[in-house]
């Protein structure tokens, strides 16, 4: 089967470049494993809601149009919002399809699936970078009575074995699955190393909406400094709520969740971790004011009307004597859950295109050691707003620009050689 481009992934971001696709005249199929928006129906727990306000949540030629703006979708309505953006657009996809090697033919590059063969001149790889949970090597030493799962496989707290629960990772989802499990009745321990801090609002607003005022949200990849690094930051500390509350380890240790430093070891059955959680914490306070402080400078050279006068919130509590060891067994620990980040799945990629550690070299999602090739997903892609559904409409036309560029010195270059 032949087709001018394959389109790996039926997310957000492989439909968003279905459609500029198809505004280009470019024919292309796009390829799932699964259904439309698999890993939303199937590797979410249940309480998940957006990070982002509603309002924030767009594709190229769609956008929510609910009456809750300010919102935060569940997980059931990101899959009706993806759905029904794949019907709208008419998207050429083929669901259950897995796609199994990828490597270089004579036309350009060749996708072998359990559908079949295609082959293409240009290639897409929108499955995402969040394929795989991503947990550390020191997950081999805890002692088999032990349960493990990750964000993929936890549901919801009714679903963990008996005992107290160790959250290792304060990111995001870290900090929300320690809240929920602790409001559950559960004892919980989190255990935190580099994290953001930010909070929900501020100033009577969104921080969302303070970011993209200020062009936090519009900078450039090509802009940062040490952009391997940046991409690799955890998420902010943040949790979509009805009360727009704010979330982080202040708010979880008055719930009672005992926080630790940074994971290091276990051994024998106990538990040891960093003593650097004081030094973690005042960074992470700082980077947060850094950020308010550009809020507050924005604000007052535009002259925008806000309704609350700045403030700094209370620094992060430290335990004065921080707990550095826990015998998993004697506190009766009766499960870990890993929320220590994902990592792509690249195993049949058969490319010259994988760093040492199986993430791919690009530079703007665009891969140079494959011409014809671009990623799609994951942090700062582009821009700081690539990590959030609504940084596809830039990303993609940006790339569905540079894809028809590429296609056309293609059909030149084989024009002369005929």
Not at 66 to 79: I, K, Q, R, S, T
Not at 175 to 203: C, F, K, M, N
């Given at each position: 089967m032949d087709t001018t481009t394959v389109v790996i992934g039926a997310g957000q971001s492989g439909l968003a470049m279905s459609h500029r696709l198809t505004e280009r005249s470019i024919d292309h199929v796009v390829l799932e494993r699964g259904e439309v928006a698999n890993s939303w129906r199937h590797e979410r727990w249940d309480s998940l809601r957006l990070l982002t306000p509603n309002r924030e949540s767009r594709l190229p030629g769609w956008r929510y149009d609910?009456?809750?703006?300010?919102?935060?979708?569940?997980?059931?309505?990101?899959?009706t919002f993806i759905d029904s953006y794949a019907a709208a657009i008419n998207a050429p996809v083929l669901t259950g399809t897995a796609v199994t090697r990828v490597e270089t033919s004579s036309r350009g590059y060749q996708v072998t699936t359990t559908g079949g063969v295609w082959n293409c001149e240009a290639l897409v790889l929108a499955g995402g970078a969040a394929n795989l949970a991503s947990i550390p090597s020191l997950a081999t030493t805890v002692p088999v009575s032990i349960d493990m799962v990750t964000p993929m496989t936890y549901r919801s707290p009714e679903c963990l074995h008996e005992g107290g629960v160790l959250v290792v990772g304060a990111s995001a989802t870290?900090?929300?699955?320690?809240?929920?499990?602790?409001?559950?009745?559960?004892?919980?321990?989190?255990?935190?190393?580099?994290?953001?801090?930010?909070?929900?609002?501020?100033?009577?607003?969104?921080?969302?909406?303070?970011?993209?005022?200020?062009?936090?949200?519009?900078?450039?990849?090509?802009?940062?400094?040490?952009?391997?690094?940046?991409?690799?930051?955890?998420?902010?500390?943040?949790?979509?709520?009805p009360e727009h509350r704010s979330i982080d380890l202040n708010s979880l240790a008055r719930l009672g969740v005992e926080i630790v430093g940074r994971l290091c070891s276990i051994r024998d059955g106990v538990a040891q971790f960093s003593g650097g959680l004081a030094n973690g914490c005042r960074l992470a306070d700082l980077k947060m004011s850094r950020l308010l402080d550009r809020a507050d400078t924005w604000a007052q050279e535009t002259g925008i009307d806000v309704e609350d006068a700045p403030l700094r919130f209370q620094p992060t509590s430290v335990p004065s004597d921080p707990t550095l060891e826990i015998h998993l067994h004697r506190q009766a620990i009766g499960t870990i859950v890993w929320a220590t980040g994902y990592r792509p799945d690249y195993s049949w990629l058969d490319l010259p295109v994988l760093d040492r550690k199986g993430r791919i070299r690009h530079d703007g999602g665009v891969i140079s050691d494959a011409p014809g090739v671009y990623v799609l997903g994951g942090n700062l892609l582009r821009t700081r707003r690539s990590s959030y559904i609504a940084g596809t409409e830039q990303d993609t036309y940006e790339l569905a620009n540079h894809l028809h560029e590429y296609l056309d010195r293609h059909a030149c270059v084989k024009a002369k050689a005929c």
């Open positions: 609910g009456d809750d703006p300010d919102g935060f979708m569940a997980v059931p309505e990101v899959v870290g900090v929300q699955l320690a809240d929920e499990i602790q409001r559950s009745g559960r004892t919980v321990t989190i255990a935190v190393g580099e994290h953001v801090r930010l909070p929900r609002t501020y100033r009577g607003r969104d921080i969302f909406w303070w970011m993209d005022a200020a062009g936090v949200l519009d900078e450039r990849h090509d802009d940062v400094d040490d952009l391997v690094r940046a991409r690799h930051i955890p998420s902010p500390q943040l949790i979509g709520t």
